[in-house]
Each structure stands twice: as structure tokens, then as C-alpha cells.
């Protein structure tokens, strides 16, 4: 089995098969499960075709704050209006941001959105368009408290705004705070001896999961299907088509997910693209990755997959350095 990484020089780039180990510069694979969703989204109940969750983001103050609850329902992206507020999946991330511009490119459709304190498709200063094909939804009501109000009724925006600065300002602490820690156990991860203390501490405690997202959108938010406990490779692998996801836990907490697409360039030669690898900050270095690279090869193996790919920045050296030592080749 040929195993490649493709090294690409513009971590932003709208390649679907381009993803970020790290994280950062990633692209959202084609298909979405509802427990996939990140942490932009705290909760959610599905009912009746309409998705209700919590944000907890304040990327939309005033009229979002952190806590609110919101409720998307379906639209198609030709009926989406400037000024609607929208939820669409981007750089494997989930956003509700305001949209400011519709626009066509190469015969495909493309939304610019903004959240209302500046984050442009959920990062600042990148003014590019997102494909309309991940848009999930439009959020219509807005719940604070007890009260339910329409995405676009003022009183959003004058609401107790001296309380939702108090808690914006407590929040930013609360992120620098994380941000700052997240370095120390970075530098701490360099350690050896780190590494190999408390990956010996949690050996025992990760449970890997295995399933298949197939959300795409939000008119098929009943057809996800939950993960199941990934012991042995399912009996039924045998001809994979489309994406496939692993996922590391910890008492049902995810702390690392590796995704599978098979496709192939022609009948003959079966090819799967690894998407969406990534392990949280406080639990790299202690072999989590190695293990979920490991079972994602093993089931390349089981349905004799000829070429493997991962495409990675040239900045991702801990996740080339990684893939190097089981064998892929990089090739530019």
C-alpha cells in the first residue's frame, strides 16, 4: 500500500482533501454527523426538522451571546437573504454569522458571512467565500433566559447589554487564561519524560469509536447514525464508499478524531484520503494520534486499499515527522 502526504504551501486553500494534523488551515469534509459538530454547538435536540442548540461563542454580541440558545431551520441558499443569519460548517468548524454577500464562481454558488464583531467566515480578515453546498441552516429564534425573540427583533441588541459585557469581559479572561496554559503544556509535551509518564497513566482509558457521519445537511438531520465502540474492525467492512470516522475517547469526552474517504481516480484503484486528524492540545505526545493512525490503516488494509493520502502544511512538522515514522512518503 502506497502511502503519500501531500505537502501544500497555502494551508487556507479550498481543497476537500486538505486538512491541518494540527488543526489550523483545515477544510470540514463533505458529510457532517451530529456528534461531529464542534464546539461552537453545546447541545443539541433535533425535532421536527429543526436543529436547537446552544452557542458558545460570542463571535455574534449583542444579538448572540454565549448560552443563548438558537434555532435553525432548513432553507435553500437561493432563498437566504442579506442580513440572515446563517449556520454553515467551514474549516471543520461550525458558525452562525450574518450573511453580507452571495456571489457565483465557476457555476457553484458561494456565501461571505460576518459575525457582528468581526470575524469574517469565522476568521478574521479573510473576506474569501464559502461553497453555499455547507450551508446547514438559518437561525430564525433566539432564546435568552425564559424568552424566545426572532433573529431580527431589536430588543436583541439593547437586552441587558451592561450584563452581557460583564460575562463578555469574563469570558475573554477565561480564553487567554486557556491559551496560556495550552503553551506551558506544549513546552511540556517536548519533555520525554512527560510523555511517557502519563501516557502510561491513560494507556488503559481511551476508547476508540467508529462510524459514519452522513449529514450533509440540515434536511437530513434524521439520518445520522451514533458511532459504536471500535474493538475489532467491523465485520461488515468490506466495500467502503464515501467517509468513515474514528474517534478517540475518554469517558465519552472526544479527544481525537481521524476520518476516512474512500474514493478512487478509477474502478481499478482504490485510494482513501485521511481528513479531520487532529488530537486536543492537552493530550498530544502520549501516542493518541499513533493510535488512531493505526487502526485507520488497519482498515485500509482489510479492503486492500493501493494508495493512502494525507494532505498537510509544510508548517505541520510534529504530523509529517509522525507520518514519516509509519512509512509515508512525502511528495510535493
Not at 153 to 167: E, M, P, T
Not at 254 to 281: E, Q
Request: positive net charge; hydrophobic residues 40%.
Amino acid at each position: 500500500m502506497k502511502k503519500v502526504i501531500i505537502i501544500s504551501n497555502k494551508p487556507g486553500d479550498e481543497n476537500k482533501n486538505q486538512i491541518s494534523a494540527l488543526g489550523g488551515g483545515s477544510v470540514l469534509a463533505d458529510s457532517l454527523s451530529i456528534i461531529d459538530l464542534p464546539s461552537e454547538v453545546s447541545s443539541i435536540l433535533i425535532n421536527n426538522n429543526k436543529i436547537s442548540f446552544k452557542a458558545v461563542s460570542w463571535c455574534m454580541f449583542p444579538v448572540i451571546w454565549a448560552g443563548d440558545s438558537l434555532k435553525i431551520e432548513p432553507i435553500t441558499p437561493e432563498d437566504l437573504k442579506i442580513g440572515d443569519i446563517v449556520l454553515y460548517k467551514y474549516a471543520n468548524w461550525a458558525y452562525a454569522h450574518r450573511l453580507v454577500k452571495k456571489y457565483e464562481k465557476g457555476g457553484e454558488l458561494y456565501i461571505v458571512t460576518i459575525g457582528d464583531r468581526g470575524s469574517i467566515n469565522g476568521q478574521a480578515g479573510d473576506a474569501g467565500g464559502v461553497s453555499a453546498q455547507n450551508i446547514l441552516g438559518k437561525v430564525t429564534e433566539v432564546k435568552r433566559g425564559k424568552a424566545w425573540f426572532r433573529s431580527d427583533d431589536a430588543r436583541l441588541r439593547s437586552r441587558s447589554l451592561i450584563i452581557g459585557r460583564l460575562k463578555l469581559s469574563i469570558w475573554t479572561l477565561k480564553y487567554r487564561a486557556k491559551h496560556f496554559i495550552c503553551k506551558i503544556l506544549m513546552e511540556l509535551q517536548g519533555m520525554k519524560l512527560y510523555r511517557c509518564f502519563f501516557s502510561k497513566i491513560i494507556k488503559n482509558q481511551i476508547a476508540l469509536f467508529f462510524g459514519q457521519p452522513v449529514i450533509k445537511n440540515i434536511k437530513e438531520v434524521n439520518n445520522f447514525c451514533l458511532y459504536q465502540r471500535f474493538n475489532e474492525i467491523p465485520g461488515d467492512f468490506s466495500d467502503p464508499k464515501g467517509l468513515y470516522n474514528i474517534s478517540a475517547r475518554i469517558n465519552n469526552w472526544s479527544i481525537g478524531n481521524i476520518s476516512l474517504f474512500f474514493g478512487a481516480d478509477n474502478p481499478s484503484h482504490r485510494i482513501c484520503t485521511l481528513l479531520n486528524f487532529i488530537v486536543r492540545i492537552p493530550f498530544r505526545g502520549w501516542g493518541i494520534g499513533y493510535q488512531l493512525l493505526e487502526k485507520a490503516l488497519s482498515l485500509c488494509d482489510k479492503v486492500h486499499v493501493e494508495e493512502i493520502r494525507i494532505a498537510l502544511s509544510e508548517n505541520d512538522k510534529i504530523a509529517i515527522k509522525l507520518f514519516k515514522k509509519i512509512g509515508f512518503e512525502v511528495k510535493q
